[in-house]
């Protein structure tokens, strides 16, 4: 998100191409399609209503999958007292960069400062401490949606904002087999979410040691692979250990009345996911939104031709009615102002998966003409049971987006035990590579250095090749994804 000193911007009325600009592409997009916008705050978006029904629809699926697991949702507070956020010395040692303080309440000095939360463990873990007092309050299962404050030097809408928006959940348990459990099914349920709605493939698997979250024992990982060959992480899961337990003092009776820590975990997803869609989906025209989150997944645009109101708009109404009775969200978009090439061209850079021209002829013919937005392929189809065949496009174009970007993952990793390779493969920003590692931070961190691409994921279901470490050649642990990322 780069600072414009105080100069006001031009208006995007243009996007850059996707394949001359991938980064201004994007940028351009996110502004144009009226997804988000620049603030007066540094580092800081503001996000629009079409951008904001989109992570509505985010919110929606996912909060409705956590709930269904047993948790429950709550709220706490924005602000940490600074003596909870120091207990733990892992935890704020990984957070102090980003850390925002505040010192002053009106016009006196804090007592106390208190820090705007970058994320929610000390708070959270705190409150844990005066409610469970025995095994049989446990487990505890919450789940909060909160706004997060990190202060980042390099920013870009969505992907990356001083604030963002955000779930996170924060479980305790018994045992530590419970809290594993509870991590792994919840990194299964960050899986099957992504790749049913948002039509994104991702690569779910363990972080490495230096990648894993401050004061975590293991961190887990879904890995997208955007559409300049970058990976994203799209949600993270956290078993905490006793870590947080111990600096916090969560205590429970235990069956056999001896007195032990909870085993914690904490997990969350982001707004970030509005831009993976866009990344993952969009197009040289501008958005390609799948179904099941677009704010509108049919716009209905009338030919306008003679008296059109008397004539053609009852119909295209009575088309809506039909449309939106059996579920559908569907925009009328009847604006005297504008010609329908026009809206058929803002429509499509705003991502529609359907557009509906109904005309004069079309009435005539009792029919309507379906374009798709991810083939551009169109169908006349009979007004007879449209609203049916509406639906099955739409299935047919969740199904062809999820489909497509998963043969471009495909495309995009390369498996290789060869330096050479590795190297080679990495030049620009190729996708995936997917290659043996001996487990070392050193060897790791060198491998970084020299081409600037990170672990993304260590599956676990992975067979290893049981080749040499790519980069030193000692006896591998596993083979990593690795790739660039944002």
């Not at 924060?170 to 990194?187: G, K, N, Q, S, V």
């Not at 209905?300 to 579920?327: C, K």
């Not at 379906?370 to 199904?399: C, F, H, N, Y």
Request: proline share 6%.
């Amino acid at each position: 998100m780069a600072e414009q000193d105080g100069r006001k911007e031009p208006l995007i009325t243009e996007i850059t191409p996707k394949s001359e600009d991938f980064s201004r592409w994007y940028t351009d997009l996110v502004r144009r399609a009226e997804l988000a916008d620049y603030s007066p705050v540094k580092g800081c978006m503001v996000i629009r209503p079409y951008g904001y029904a989109i992570w509505e629809f985010i919110q929606r699926g996912l909060d409705s999958r956590i709930k269904a697991t047993g948790h429950v949702n709550a709220y706490f507070p924005l602000f940490i007292p600074k003596s909870l956020l120091v207990k733990e010395a892992e935890h704020v040692e990984g957070f102090a960069p980003q850390v925002a303080w505040v010192t002053r309440g009106g016009t006196e000095e804090l007592e106390e400062p208190l820090v705007v939360r970058p994320t929610s463990e000390a708070i959270i873990g705190t409150m844990y401490a005066k409610w469970i007092q025995s095994w049989r309050d446990l487990p505890v299962l919450i789940n909060q949606w909160a706004n997060i404050v990190r202060w980042e030097k390099v920013t870009r809408l969505f992907l990356r904002t001083t604030e963002f928006l955000w779930q996170e959940g924060h479980t305790a348990h018994e045992t530590a087999e419970e809290a594993e459990a509870e991590t792994l099914m919840i990194l299964r349920l960050y899986k099957e979410f992504v790749e049913t709605e948002l039509a994104v493939p991702v690569i779910a698997g363990r972080k490495s040691a230096s990648e894993q979250f401050a004061g975590a024992e293991r961190t887990y990982s879904i890995e997208a692979l955007m559409g300049d060959g970058r990976a994203l992480q799209a949600g993270t899961s956290h078993n905490l250990g006793q870590n947080f337990a111990k600096a916090f003092d969560i205590q429970f009776q235990a069956r056999d009345k001896s007195l032990q820590y909870i085993w914690g975990t904490s997990w969350g997803m982001t707004t970030r996911l509005v831009g993976a869609v866009i990344m993952v989906h969009g197009d040289e025209s501008g958005l390609v939104l799948p179904p099941r989150i677009a704010p509108y997944q049919v716009v209905i645009v009338p030919i306008p031709r003679g008296n059109w109101r008397e004539t053609v708009l009852p119909h295209a109404q009575q088309i809506r009615d039909t449309l939106t009775a059996a579920g559908v969200r569907v925009m009328l978009d009847d604006r005297d102002a504008y010609t329908p090439g026009w809206k058929f061209s803002e429509w499509e850079l705003r991502g529609v998966p359907l557009r509906l021209e109904v005309g004069p002829k079309d009435i005539e013919r009792q029919q309507a003409v379906l374009a798709r937005r991810d083939t551009r392929e169109k169908i006349p189809t009979p007004v007879s049971g449209l609203a049916g065949r509406v639906q099955e496009l739409l299935d047919a174009i969740q199904r062809n987006l999820f489909e497509r970007a998963l043969a471009f993952q495909r495309e995009h990793t390369t498996r290789t035990s060869s330096w050479d390779e590795f190297t080679r493969t990495l030049e620009g920003r190729p996708g995936f590579v997917v290659s043996p590692w001996c487990g070392s931070e050193a060897c790791e961190a060198e491998i970084k250095g020299l081409t600037q691409a990170t672990i993304r994921t260590l599956p676990m279901d992975a067979e290893p090749s049981g080749a040499p470490c790519v980069k030193c050649g000692q006896p591998s642990v596993a083979d990593a994804w690795f790739a660039k990322a944002y």
